[in-house]
Structure formats: C-alpha cells, structure tokens
C-alpha cells in the first residue's frame, strides 16, 4: 500500500513538472516558447517552426563553426589542365602551373620553372635545404615538404619566397630551427611542423611571421612555451602543440595572442592551471586542455574568455567544484570524459544555458545537465535516453525471469503446504527461502513495469526516477531478496551438513531454534539492505545510481562508505557464505561415497553417488555461476579495469536471480522424497481415473443388458401365456 501512495506521489511531482516550461530532458525551439523533447533533436523531422530542432546536429562549436562561415563560399570543381611549366623533371606530374614529385627518390630541391606555384615533395630523400635553395620562385604559395627526414635547414633556405602562404614541414628530422628561418616568408599563413624531435622554440623563431594565421607543432618534444609567444605573429588565430612535453604555462605566454581564437594544448604535462594564464585571451573561442595532468581548475581561469565556445577538460584527475562553471555562460560544448564527478548537481551546469553538447564519463551523469541537447555516453548498458532497459532482450527477459521466479516459488510453497513431509522444520526453512526468493521475482516485476512506464522518454525522467524513493525501495528490496537468500542456503547447507556428516550428534535444531534462526537471518537482512537509508552524506544514493537500481557498480562510482560497504556485502559476506556452501557440499558427498563404499549393495550405491553427486553438482553450479561473475566484477573494479556497463545489466537481469529462479528446483522438486510423493499422487490420481472409468463402463453395460433381459422375460411370460391358453381352448374344445 505504501509502495502505491509512492507511485501516486511520483506521478503528481511528474505531472507537475510537465506544466512548468521546458522541463528536465526538452530544450526550447530557439527564440520561441515551445519546447520539444531531446529525441526530436536531429531526427530528420522538423518539429519547431524555425527550425531549432534540426540545427546544431553535428558539434561542429569551435574551430569548426569558425571554418564554415570563413570558407562558405563554395568553389567549383576545375577540370585538369594542361601543364604551364617549361621546365621540371620527367618523373614528377604537371597540372597548370602546379607540380607534384611524390616519392621521386630525389635528393634535393629540383630545378623548377619560376612560374610554379605549388611544389609538393613528399617522401623523398631531401635531408637538408641550403641557402636559396628555393630561391627564384617567387610566385610559389604552397610547399610540401613532409616525409624527408630534413634535418639541417639553413637560416637562408626560404628567401625569395614572398608569395609562400603555405609550408609543410611535418614528419622529418628537425631539432632545431635558426632564428629567423622564416623571416623572408611575410605573407605566410600556415606553418606546419608536426611530428618533429623539436625540442625549445623561441619567439624569435617566428620573426617576419607577421601574416601567420596558424601554427601546428603536433608531436614534437617542446618542454615548455616561450615567453610573448605571438610578438612576432600578432594575427595568429590558431596554436596547435598537442602531443608534447610541455610541463607549466607561464603567465606571460600569452600576453600578446590578442587574435587566437583555437588553442590545442592536449596530450602534454600540463599539472597546474594558474588563476589568470589565460585572461589575455579575449579572442578565444576553444581550449583544448584535455590528456593532462591537471588536478585543479581555479574559477576564474576562464572569467575573461567571454567567446569561449569549446571546452575540452577530458582525461584529466580533476576535481570540480560546484561553481566550476559559473564564469562560462556562453559555453556551447563542453567535455568532461574519464573524470570522476562525485559531488555531481543539476546546479554544477545550469549557468551554461547555451550549452548543447557534454560529453561524460557516465551516462547517468547526462541525468544532471538534463537542458542539454546532446549528452554522451548514449547508454551505460544498462538504460539509455529512450528506454530505463537499453534493449530488447533487456526488456522481455525481465518479464520472463519475473514470471519463472514468482511462479517457481509460490508453487513450491503451494506445494510443501499440501504435501506434508516429516521434516516439518526443514520444510518451513524451503518455505522461508522461497518467499525470499520471490522478492526478486517482484522486483524484477516493477522494474519492467517502470521500463514500460518511461518507453521512449527515459531521458526526461531519468534523474527523478534514480532519486526517487520508488527507486531506492526497489533496490532495497532486491538487497534484501540476495541477502536474505544468501544467508538462508548457507544455514540450509550447514543444516544439511550436520545430518549427513556427523548423522549420530544431537547438534539438529528444533522447531523452536529453527524459528529463532530464520528471523535472525531475515532480521540481519534486513539490517544489511537498510543501513545505506540511515546517512546520505556517508553512503551516498547508494541505490540510485542505474537504472534498476541495484547497487552493483563496477567502476566504483559510489562514495567513500558506500564503496567501502558494498566491498564488505559482496567479497565479504556473500565470498565467505559462497566459499562454506562449496566446502560443506564437497564434504557431504565424501562422507555419503565413504559410507557407501561399506556397504554390500555396491551396484544400488554407485546409482545412488551418481543421483547425490548430480544434485549437489547442480546446486553448488548454480551458486557458483549466480556469484562467481559479481566476484570477478568487484575484484576487477578494486584494480580500477574498465568493465562495460552491458555486464551489470546481464548479472542483475539474468545472472543474479538464477539462484532465486532455480532454488525451488533443487530444494525441493529433485528431492527423492518430494518425487516419491509426486509418484505416489500421480499413480493415486491414475488410479482414480482407472476406477471412474470402469465404473462408467460398469454401469453403462448395466444399462445395456437388462433390456435384452425384459424383452426376453417377456417373451417367455407371452409364449407360456399362449401355450395355457391353446391348452385351454383345447380342452374346452
């Protein structure tokens, strides 16, 4: 009754929220009213008048967003051309005035017509460019250099080359650049360096780069960034140094960046974020800081960065605070994969109402940025946006299960109540294990009903529904189903172990110790599924953190008691029951083959040990694979492997209740007593049916020859009649 007030609580605070404007899981259609849920978002339909809905499909923020607009003038395919240079080698390709020596094998720089205006020399064997090498093509915007293993470059290598606006130098053999290498290059506008053992660089590298537009030095070995790294480039827009080595940032490294606008600082060493390295930035729409070793974020890192658009603080051990975000309003992605939320709130991410794309860790973490269009992970496995069961196997077993266990034990109750066995106490022990175990056939009913419940709208309920008290009750109940279940086997086992190993000793309970034993065992059940309810702040929602709310988390989610306890459940509690349950069967049949050994009837007692071992086989089986996966599943998590969450949603749905399912099995319908019973009622209900229907054949014969009789009685009385009679008329006559 509790439960369904609950669920009439729940459905009004649901209902509630419907009336309130673009609730948790929809998002507004632009600059109209309207709201439209997170499904809708780029699905190929056109829900919104304007639009909104299929906009933003791709997280195309940043840098990505700024090359569209910049280049959204298309450009018309051209046909090949004839080649316009007088003079190149014969191995190379010619395309107007454009030419192609691609792993030529050649040695140096060849001699061009100076008319060229793109020279591509990749994969080649040019270990090093002297004075002018280049010089004389004047007209030239685009050099390709990559693949040479170029080692030496002389400070006068590029002069002449006024028109360049383009120089590829990635994957050679550069350690050092001169300084003022590229000051004869003013109009260039990309310099590529990426894949290169550079080591330090200085501003006075970039000396003449007045035009440099954008820098890439992927993969090098820079150790740290120079100080007024754009005085020599003032219109920088773009910095890529991914992949070094880079330890600190100083302050003044970005004083005078006034134009950056995409900073990529991924894949280095980067351990401190100082308070104002980054307010210099005006410009920047996306920082990329993501592969660090960062552990703090002060709050007013980004105060200034009033564009920011992009924010990548991914596969860092950081810590964030509730106010993290506070100072980025008009952030549109944001990236937080493989970072540990704990202190996780819908008021960590509500000041960004501009955000539409977050990337988590977790997929339920998506539950508390519930404004935000797209959210990744998808799915945990477990749930996903859609549905509280991720897929359809997921959704019919659970009915199935639920069915097979509810029916399997009320039916063992049903008939242990009818069939009354001599171990009175032994069978109200079974009757106690089943109701246990029937617990989980009710949980898993409920949680099928919910998944019904939030078909195709998960995502907008997803948060209220972990926090809610249905939840937590769910889970509560299926804890204490598992443990009570757990507890009860290991005395039924224990039970079992004294009558069969020391079958002459007065050590078997009574009716009286039976019943003080079984409400112990439900009582500590009930104690261990409830004391996670008595302090939040230390346990955390220790049942609400998937979907089924069962509190079986394999990459350690939960807070410090909450971990600390549901160790001590599962490798504690449920190891030890699992380890005396598979030592006390094993001891059980040594003792039964060791007295059957001594036995005369050798041919009975082999049929005998085959009948036991089977059974004892398929119990401690069915407890091994019911625990042994939740064992691996906690000692990997210990060693922080990565389990996918599909795993959990398998060990709760089909795993977990095969003891609950199979129990009523093996306890009581593969006994040799309850199957002499069943003989017994089946050969009394055949006999019954003999005796019915002979009885009906009796009585139908009956029927069918007293008839014959008559007419034949008849027959005779007439024929008697007619003969006294004729005797009569004779002798009258």
């Known amino acids: 009754m509790t439960l369904f007030l609950q669920l009439i609580l729940f459905l009004h605070i649901?209902?509630?929220?419907?009336?309130?404007?673009?609730?948790?899981?929809?998002?507004?259609?632009?600059?109209?009213?309207?709201?439209?849920?997170?499904?809708?978002?780029?699905?190929?339909?056109?829900?919104?008048?304007?639009?909104?809905?299929?906009?933003?499909?791709?997280?195309?923020?940043?840098?990505?967003?700024?090359?569209?607009?910049?280049?959204?003038?298309?450009?018309?395919?051209?046909?090949?051309?004839?080649?316009?240079?007088?003079?190149?080698?014969?191995?190379?390709?010619?395309?107007?005035?454009?030419?192609?020596?691609?792993?030529?094998?050649?040695?140096?720089?060849?001699?061009?017509?100076?008319?060229?205006?793109?020279?591509?020399?990749?994969?080649?064997?040019?270990?090093?460019?002297?004075?002018?090498?280049?010089?004389?093509?004047?007209?030239?915007?685009?050099?390709?250099?990559?693949?040479?293993?170029?080692?030496?470059?002389?400070?006068?290598?590029?002069?002449?080359?006024?028109?360049?606006?383009?120089?590829?130098?990635?994957?050679?053999?550069?350690?050092?650049?001169?300084?003022?290498?590229?000051?004869?290059?003013?109009?260039?506008?990309?310099?590529?360096?990426?894949?290169?053992?550079?080591?330090?660089?200085?501003?006075?590298?970039?000396?003449?780069?007045?035009?440099?537009?954008?820098?890439?030095?992927?993969?090098?070995?820079?150790?740290?960034?120079?100080?007024?790294?754009?005085?020599?480039?003032?219109?920088?827009?773009?910095?890529?140094?991914?992949?070094?080595?880079?330890?600190?940032?100083?302050?003044?490294?970005?004083?005078?960046?006034?134009?950056?606008?995409?900073?990529?600082?991924?894949?280095?060493?980067?351990?401190?974020?100082?308070?104002?390295?980054?307010?210099?930035?005006?410009?920047?729409?996306?920082?990329?800081?993501?592969?660090?070793?960062?552990?703090?974020?002060?709050?007013?890192?980004?105060?200034?960065?009033?564009?920011?658009?992009?924010?990548?603080?991914?596969?860092?051990?950081?810590?964030l605070r509730t106010e993290q975000f506070e100072t980025l309003p008009h952030l549109h992605s944001l990236a937080l994969e493989k970072i540990e939320i704990p202190n996780i709130s819908t008021r960590m991410f509500q000041p960004m109402k501009n955000l539409t794309h977050i990337y988590f860790k977790k997929f339920r973490y998506c539950s508390y940025a519930p404004h935000v269009r797209v959210c990744t992970p998808l799915t945990d496995g477990i749930s996903s946006f859609e549905n509280l069961l991720a897929n359809t196997i997921l959704r019919v077993f659970v009915w199935v299960i639920a069915g097979i266990t509810c029916f399997g034990n009320i039916f063992v109750i049903g008939m242990r109540s009818f069939i009354q066995s001599e171990n009175k106490t032994h069978t109200m022990s079974i009757k106690i294990l089943c109701c246990a175990d029937c617990l989980m056939g009710v949980y898993l009913f409920f949680i099928g009903v919910f998944d019904v419940k939030y078909r195709g709208q998960y995502k907008k309920y997803a948060l209220l529904w972990m926090e809610s008290l249905q939840c937590r009750s769910l889970g509560f109940l299926a804890m204490l189903s598992t443990e009570v279940s757990v507890l009860l086997l290991t005395y039924l086992t224990l039970e079992k172990y004294l009558a069969i190993v020391f079958p002459f000793s007065n050590m078997r309970p009574g009716r009286r110790q039976t019943l003080l034993t079984l409400l112990t065992i439900w009582v500590i059940g009930f104690i261990i599924a409830v004391i996670p309810f008595w302090d939040e702040d230390f346990f955390g929602n220790y049942y609400g953190k998937n979907g089924v709310c069962f509190p079986l988390y394999p990459d350690q989610t939960e807070e410090a008691g909450g971990k600390g306890y549901s160790l001590g459940i599962f490798l504690g509690v449920n190891l030890v029951a699992f380890i005396i349950i598979v030592f006390s069967y094993v001891s059980m049949f040594c003792s039964i083959q060791k007295t059957a050994l001594q036995t005369s009837d050798v041919h009975s007692h082999i049929h005998m040990d085959v009948a036991v071992a089977n059974r004892f086989f398929f119990i401690v089986f069915s407890d091994a694979v019911c625990w042994i996966p939740v064992f691996l599943l906690k000692i990997l998590s210990l060693f922080h492997v990565e389990i996918p969450g599909t795993v959990t949603s398998w060990i709760v749905i089909f795993i977990l209740p095969i003891n609950s399912a199979l129990n009523p099995i093996l306890y009581t319908l593969t006994t040799s007593f309850f199957k002499e019973k069943l003989k017994q009622l089946l050969h009394r209900h055949r006999r019954r049916s003999l005796f019915r229907n002979e009885r009906k054949s009796l009585s139908s014969s009956l029927v069918w020859t007293e008839e014959p009789i008559v007419q034949l009685s008849t027959l005779k009385l007439g024929f008697l009649h007619k003969k006294s009679f004729g005797e009569t008329v004779i002798k009258t006559t």
């Open 14 to 319: 649901k209902d509630s929220l419907m009336d309130s404007a673009c609730i948790m899981g929809y998002f507004p259609c632009g600059n109209l009213t309207k709201c439209v849920p997170r499904s809708f978002h780029c699905d190929g339909v056109k829900d919104c008048e304007n639009g909104a809905d299929e906009e933003y499909c791709g997280d195309n923020n940043g840098w990505a967003k700024m090359f569209d607009e910049a280049h959204k003038k298309t450009y018309e395919v051209k046909e090949p051309q004839d080649c316009c240079l007088s003079q190149f080698p014969d191995i190379c390709e010619c395309k107007d005035t454009e030419l192609e020596c691609v792993e030529a094998n050649l040695e140096a720089v060849p001699t061009v017509s100076s008319n060229v205006t793109l020279l591509s020399l990749k994969g080649n064997r040019i270990r090093s460019l002297s004075d002018n090498a280049l010089f004389g093509y004047k007209d030239l915007t685009k050099l390709f250099l990559q693949y040479n293993c170029l080692s030496n470059i002389s400070q006068k290598a590029f002069y002449g080359l006024h028109q360049l606006q383009k120089l590829y130098l990635s994957n050679n053999c550069i350690r050092y650049l001169h300084q003022g290498v590229f000051s004869h290059l003013n109009e260039l506008k990309w310099l590529i360096l990426d894949e290169n053992p550079i080591v330090k660089i200085t501003p006075e590298l970039f000396t003449g780069l007045k035009s440099l537009f954008f820098l890439s030095m992927i993969n090098n070995s820079l150790e740290a960034l120079p100080q007024n790294l754009c005085a020599q480039m003032p219109l920088i827009n773009w910095i890529d140094f991914e992949g070094n080595k880079i330890g600190a940032l100083s302050n003044s490294s970005f004083v005078r960046c006034d134009e950056l606008t995409v900073l990529f600082l991924s894949g280095n060493q980067i351990s401190l974020v100082k308070e104002s390295i980054f307010s210099s930035l005006r410009s920047l729409v996306e920082i990329d800081l993501s592969n660090n070793l960062i552990t703090e974020v002060p709050l007013s890192s980004f105060k200034e960065l009033k564009h920011l658009q992009k924010l990548n603080l991914s596969y860092n051990p950081l810590s």
